[in-house]
Nanobody
Framework: QVQLVESGGGLVQAGGSLRLSCAAS????????MGWFRQAPGKEREFVAG????????YYADSVKGRFTISRDNAKNSVYLQMNSLKSDETAVYYC?????????????????WGQGTQVTVSS
């Protein structure tokens, strides 16, 4: 069993930056691929970024490429999402997810564990 706890959300102006963190419990974190998803009000949850268990394979949604960076520190059982040049339509609850696999996925159904989410509000 893995528990995921996100932090780092908050209020930021458009064009600003935030760094989200996700702390995982358990001793097998390094064997999980991880992903970040987000859900805006009235919209479906969508994939943002994913990283393989070793950190060597990374995927991004086209909408965030060049602005967001996903990373992980297996020694700290943590995964991060650095978000730069934020836009107002990126206001959403951001979720961390874990998958019992080498590689991450763009599909929510492929993930086994989810955090409770952290609110990111981008003001225009």
């Amino acid at each position: 069993q893995v528990q995921l706890v996100e932090s780092g959300g908050g209020l930021v102006q458009a064009g600003g930056s935030l760094r989200l963190s996700c702390a995982a419990s358990g001793r097998t974190f390094s064997s999980y691929a991880m992903g970040w998803f987000r859900q805006a009000p009235g919209k479906e949850r969508e994939f943002v970024a994913g990283i393989s268990w070793s950190g060597g394979v990374i995927y991004y949604a086209d909408s965030v490429k060049g602005r967001f960076t996903i990373s992980r520190d297996n020694a700290k059982n943590s995964v991060y999402l650095q978000m730069n040049s934020l836009k107002s339509d990126e206001t959403a609850v951001y979720y961390c997810a874990g998958r019992r696999s080498v590689f991450s996925s763009r599909y929510q159904s492929d993930y086994d564990y989810w955090g409770q989410g952290t609110q990111v509000t981008v003001s225009s």
